[in-house]
């Protein structure tokens, strides 16, 4: 590990920028550091020394969607050669180097972020950082970790080639997404992946691993001083500007449709959905508490409760909002006996036009603003849950005083609001439905 | 499972299957030192953990009863029990418990397993003493129609289908459960078997509820931020009310007969498009290791499994796998936390070009290997360290650590145990680790599942 002067270190702790934040609803022992590192990386970081541990979640801007026209899969390939050798460690070296330290390190594509968490005991620190820095920096892709981790991947691959939900997805993504990279799978398919060459890897980390598109959230037994050199040790070398390709915004189907794959399973598989809002949308907040209602809401939801409840046709039904950098969608599912699937979506489609139109009562919307502001402080409750909350506020820009003022705009939201978002998210009540299972159902169209 | 969350199920699936299956009883005695372990008049077992990182608690009540415990021909009344549990009482009826839940923000799932059936609510600390009088009520007061049995009789049929009988390799895995134990429930599956799910009613689920759930049988876990003297009063102010409704019986179920034979399982689908196959031996558990006086050959098949198949150090991901290239992967874990014997499961995937029967042949010679081989001090510490690091992080959830307790006592286990359990992992030696090795590892103890797609035949 390079090792940085003296009077260096000193000039720089005085640049380290100072803000902290409360997060009230987790009581006053939770405090939000916001700093920036003398290499000039942004970290944000909740000291926390009850248990001897340390947990830093990371995430670029830039997931599958970075993907190569035509090679499907790199981002997530890229992450499986992550702990497969780095410096003069080949891959057994390297992940004995890890047992014994007992670190913790797992990389992750998503489709338009790329993350990373990892885990370190106090007293291996900085021989886990160390590890965390060459995988990052140094990772080798040698040839025969290459050719098993592939086989690995088409295994698998192959193995749910016939699951009914891997069926549903790629299903689901050329209907909704068509051409759009959306529509690709994160993980590629068997031909896709069979193409990908070292050389893909190589170059997706060249353009994806920089420091503009970054973000950092760490929970632990750490101060920001010594938080700052190892975030630039293991950061601090990888080009300032990431390359991005630009990706268009989808264009997401607006009249309803309903496709069926067959194949000869006993329960029928569907999933259902329309256009959805973007993240940043003022109508966002009102559209989250009228899908609560709707189906969010696990012992509550209208769909809950007349899927499941009273007619008994699903262990499992729900709804909800996905929003993408490109995209906004409404999403839900249910999986029901082949006999029953007509009848399943025929009352999924017409709660979700009853709710279009009548939207919800005085009384669902108080219910539903009482679970949301109560239960906000589940999510921080885990150092490791705190640190994926500071990587997901960064990643959606929704400022440091989000923890702060979430709880507030759910508060506020008004019966008016919620008809307005009912009229704008499920506009009618028409929704798109693929399902895949035996020949019981009634296409229209 | 009651609830509907995949990542909540995930979590459950996890720590019922794999979690402690890799005999993972979390400790680190700077973090649970304050552990508080009492009993109230009735019989009701208390736990404590404090925990005052966030101003929450996890409530969780579990029962000494799951599906190894079920009426011969009931199988799934226990796990339907666990949803019918949620319909309500005279005092709250319809539900109103969960709406309850959900009102003060409070997240609320069930799980059951073999030995035990669990109930919980995440809420804001100040909600507690709610939740404890609403799960003491269900304890003694539910109230089961027709009209709310016939539907979710239903549901659970639907959940089935959706984790097993949509699901080839699921198949499989309750048939090789069902072929390895011959007369010892934990052969059945905990969902149950369809033909007699759909025959459950209501007064099957009601004199099973009058049987086992009772406050002598129960153990009551909290974790967060509270304390225990507290805890105490509140317990005693709602479950020390209750009354003892029943006397369960011991826990004694069925034994195995002597097993002479390597059994063979064989499923054959059009929807397996990659062939895989899956081993299980019949070796102690934590609990009947001690019972039956082998006292550290659990701590030692918690190492040895993690030697031999327990991730991509391990001799046999190293030799077949980066080596040989007979697999494109491989894995186990020993299923050490039960009441009654455990199980050493192993998985694998062949390469192209290598059969099943190949690749089953490979794996038997290098495990004869790796029995005759030296395992080095520093691999042996190496893998002691992550395995004893596993108790480190699992401090980092209350939910976690109240889990860790709840499945220890209610499969024989005491708070002791687990708070000694690092202790003993790092006492097993690498002679012992190649004993329990050489003694278990008996082919005759064994099933072995082939997974194959319906048009290929595996022999080449």
Known sequence: ?445 | MKHRSPAVRLFAALIAFTFLAAGLPGNARAFVKDVANFTLENGMQVVVIPDHRAPVVTHMVWYRVGAADEPLGQAGIAHFLEHLMFKGTPSNPNGSFSKYVASVGGQENAFTSSDYTAYFQRVAKEHLADMMRLEADRMENLVLTKEVVDPERDVIMEERRSRTDNNPGAQLSEALEATLWFEHPYGRPVIGWMNEMEKLTLDDAISYYDRYYTPNNAILIVAGDVDAAEVKRLAEETYGKLKRRAEPPPRVRPEEPVHRTHRMVRLESPLVTQPSLTRSYVVPSYTTADREGLTGEAEALDLFAELLFGGSTSALYQKLVVEDKLAVSIGGYYRGTMLDDGELVLFASPAPGTTLEQLEAAIDREMAAFLKSEITEETLARVKRSVIATSVYAQDSQQTLARVFGTALTTGRTVDNVLTWTDRVRAVTADEILAVGLKYLDINQAATGYLLPASAPSRS
Request: proline share 4%.
């Open chain 1, 1 to 445: 590990m390079p090792v940085r002067s003296l009077s260096f270190q000193a000039l720089a702790l005085s640049l380290l920028a100072f803000v902290c934040i409360l997060i009230p609803r987790t009581a006053s022992a939770v405090e939000i550091q916001r700093f920036t590192t003398p290499g000039g990386i942004n970290v944000w970081l909740v000291e926390e020394n009850t248990v001897p541990l340390i947990t830093m979640n990371f995430a670029w801007r830039g997931g599958a969607t970075q993907d190569p026209g035509g090679k499907a899969g790199v981002a997530s390939f890229l992450t499986v050669m992550m702990d497969e050798g780095a410096g003069d460690m080949d891959s057994r070296a390297f992940q004995e180097r890890e047992e014994a330290l007992a670190m913790r390190m797992s990389f992750n594509a998503g489709r338009d972020t790329l993350y990373g968490e990892f885990r370190t005991l106090v007293e291996t620190r900085d021989e886990s950082f160390e590890m965390l820095r060459l995988a990052i920096n140094e990772a080798r892709f040698d040839e025969a970790a290459f050719a098993r981790m592939r086989e690995q991947i088409l295994t698998g691959l192959r193995d749910s080639e016939n699951d009914p939900q891997t069926i549903l997805g790629r299903a689901w993504g050329e209907a909704v997404f068509s051409n759009h990279p959306y529509g690709r799978p994160v993980d590629g398919t068997v031909d896709t992946v069979s193409e990908i060459t070292i050389g893909d890897l190589r170059d997706y980390r060249a353009r994806i691993f920089a420091r503009d598109n970054l973000v950092i959230g760490v929970v632990g037994a750490i101060d920001q001083k010594t938080l700052a050199g190892l975030v630039d040790e293991v950061f601090g070398g990888l080009p300032l500007n990431a390359q991005l390709t630009k990706i268009p915004d989808a264009i997401i189907p607006d009249k309803p449709f309903l496709r069926t794959a067959e194949l000869d399973v006993p329960q029928t598989v569907i999933q259902f959905g329309r256009p959805g809002l973007l993240r940043d949308d003022a109508d966002f907040i009102p559209a989250y508490v009228l899908n609560y209602i709707l189906g969010g809401g696990s012992f509550s939801s209208r769909l809950y409760e007349e899927v499941r409840e009273k007619r008994g046709l699903a262990y499992s039904v729900y709804s909800y909002l996905y929003p993408l950098d490109h995209a906004g969608l409404f999403v839900g599912g249910l999986a029901t006996r082949a006999e029953r699937a007509q009848e399943a979506i025929d009352i999924v489609r017409s709660e979700i036009t009853r709710m279009a139109k009548d939207g919800p009562t005085e009384e669902e919307l108080a219910s539903a603003k009482a679970y949301l502001k109560g239960s906000y402080a589940l999510r921080f409750d885990t150092g490791d849950k705190i640190a994926d909350q500071l990587v997901q506020i960064q990643l959606e820009n929704l400022g440091y005083d989000y923890f702060d003022k979430r709880n507030a705009m759910i508060e506020a939201v008004t019966m008016e609001d919620l008809k307005r978002a009912a009229k704008r998210l499920l506009d009618g009540g028409d929704v798109f439905v693929i399902a895949v299972g035996r020949p019981t159902i009634k296409t229209d169209g």
